[in-house]
């Protein structure tokens, strides 16, 4: 499966008074990931959605695994990759990397979607082939 890579240098906002990563900044990165490895096989977000016709990939569940902490000052890494697909979902798993140490992992649920045929709200669309071979590669 395809992995996708980006390092992330936590700045002093990044921090708690403890000095060490305020856990949500975890979850933006990830978020931040996520759009970085569709970016990683020729999907930038405009394109996708000019392409597709879809709004975006809401993240419908979420859940974080917290090892070591990092703090101000360290450069991270962040692998990316979808796991799995689903009829319009796909699972996406991060690793984050301080030096060649698991610190965190991050594991996402998110569903490809467009606006609703009625113009209130969002619905699910089918992952389209194209997009799952793009990942498998």
């Not at 305020?22 to 405009?46: E, I």
């Not at 859940?63 to 979808?82: A, C, H, L, R």
């Amino acid at each position: 499966m395809h992995i996708s890579r980006r390092n992330v240098l936590i700045e002093w906002g990044d921090c708690d008074p403890a000095g060490i990563v305020f856990y949500p900044r975890y979850f933006a990165w990830f978020d931040a990931s996520t759009a970085n490895h569709f970016a990683s096989v020729g999907l930038l977000k405009p394109e996708l959605i000019a392409r597709y016709g879809v709004v975006g990939f809401p993240m419908v569940d979420t859940q974080g695994k917290f090892y070591t902490p990092s703090k101000f000052g360290d450069e991270v890494t962040i692998e990316t990759t979808i796991t799995g697909f689903g009829k319009s979902s796909f699972d996406v798993h991060h690793r984050l990397l301080r030096g060649d140490k698991l610190a965190v992992e991050g594991y996402e649920k998110r569903v490809l979607v467009k606006r609703a045929d009625d113009g209130d709200g969002i619905k699910s669309v089918q992952v389209p082939e194209e997009i799952r071979t793009l990942f498998q590669r």
